[in-house]
């Protein structure tokens, strides 16, 4: 896309409904919630490639809110989800979607006063 807005590409297929997208420092990637069916429960976590491409979801279609990468745009950092929209911890996920592993369980007390941009 251009400065003014002009030449823009979707980059999500058709019938996902993306959104929170955040892309990485180093502009290489994005990663955004989504979901299939607007029926379906939380968001799942994904990313992908900044041009639309290898778009990948974590180990197990890790359900997730609020988003932010990494100063090295290599993890991705989030407060994963239950089925039924409750707070389950400050999560981290690898940029390729591997190595997800659990920073904190208590992430409403860490991320309390978060607001998103």
Do not use: C, H
Request: glycine residues 8%.
């Amino acid at each position: 896309m251009q400065k003014d807005g002009s030449s823009s590409t979707w980059l999500s297929p058709k019938g996902a409904n993306d959104s929170r997208g955040r892309v990485s420092p180093d502009g290489n990637a994005i990663a955004f919630l989504t979901r299939l069916e607007a029926s379906d429960p939380p968001d799942s976590l994904a990313v992908m490639r900044s041009d639309g491409l290898d778009r990948i979801q974590p180990e197990d279609r890790t359900l997730a809110s609020r988003l932010a990468w990494s100063p090295d745009s290599r993890t991705v950092v989030f407060l994963r989800v239950t089925a039924s929209g409750q707070a389950a911890g400050l999560w981290s996920v690898s940029r390729d979607g591997t190595g997800l592993r659990q920073l904190a369980a208590d992430a409403i007390a860490l991320a309390g006063t978060y607001r998103e941009p």
